[in-house]
């Protein structure tokens, strides 16, 4: 794609190594929506530049075509990028339009593991967001226990997530989430930097908790 002055002048300054994910939000709020330079500085294949682009795409343009296509771009990164973007996309713009809302809601058997955990991330993010009265509690956590151990590890943290959302914010599914974590064994033995709450979900849903009561 034909980049303009203007998206290569962006894409310098974007790339340089002390630019940070406050940084983006600043340029996005002066660019406001964009989605033709959006476009052109996802092209450039840059991790940083392409948090951008997601900043400043028009929703109305994210056909599932289109996201298919951001799908199979963002898993050309290394892990941890891919997840970073994954979730950047979820969380500004996939999130933010009925639509999309319901393409999520449509992942949970999607042959892309990426947008499998975009639609648990996004349950868990319902509940954190204050919207715990979901009815399809009782699905979740049925399809944790079947098949959290199946899953691929971009997807297991996700779907641990959610239960550590529902174990936290629904105490009526404590015990049972709290079991899915002594079950599995999954993330028990996880190093954890200081201050920050363990994944595994006897000691997530503790933590979490506690913050709640204090």
């Known amino acids: 794609m034909k980049r303009s002055p203007t998206a290569k002048k962006i894409h ?3 790339s340089q190594e002390t630019t940070k ?42 056909s599932p ?4 296509q951001l799908d199979k771009d963002i898993s050309s990164h290394d892990y941890n990028d891919r997840l970073q973007l994954i979730d950047w996309l979820m969380a500004n713009q996939l999130s933010k339009d009925k639509k999309t809302i319901a393409l999520m809601e449509s992942w949970e058997g999607s042959t ?17 967001m204050g919207k715990t009265n979901q009815t399809n509690t009782e699905y979740l956590l049925d399809a944790i226990e079947q098949n959290l151990l199946k899953e691929a590890p971009e997807v297991q943290w996700a779907m641990n997530y959610t239960a550590g959302q529902i174990g936290k914010w629904q105490e009526a599914y404590r015990e049972r989430c709290i079991s899915i974590g002594i079950n599995t064994g999954l993330y028990k033995d ?22 709640l009561d204090g």
Request: glycine content about 4%; proline content about 2%.
């Open 65 to 68: 075509e289109v996201i298919n």
């Open 12 to 14: 310098t300054q974007v």
């Open 190 to 211: 996880e190093v954890v930097a200081k201050n920050c709450t363990p994944s595994y979900l006897p000691e997530f849903i503790r933590i979490e908790v506690g913050k």
């Open 21 to 62: 994910l406050g940084d983006l939000r600043k340029i996005a709020k002066e660019i406001k929506k964009d989605h033709d330079l959006a476009l052109q500085l996802w092209s450039t294949g840059s991790f940083m530049s392409r948090q951008l682009a997601i900043l400043i795409m028009d929703k109305k343009e994210l």
């Open 112 to 128: 892309s593991s990426l947008q499998r955990r975009v639609f648990w991330y996004y349950q868990a993010r319902l509940r954190w």
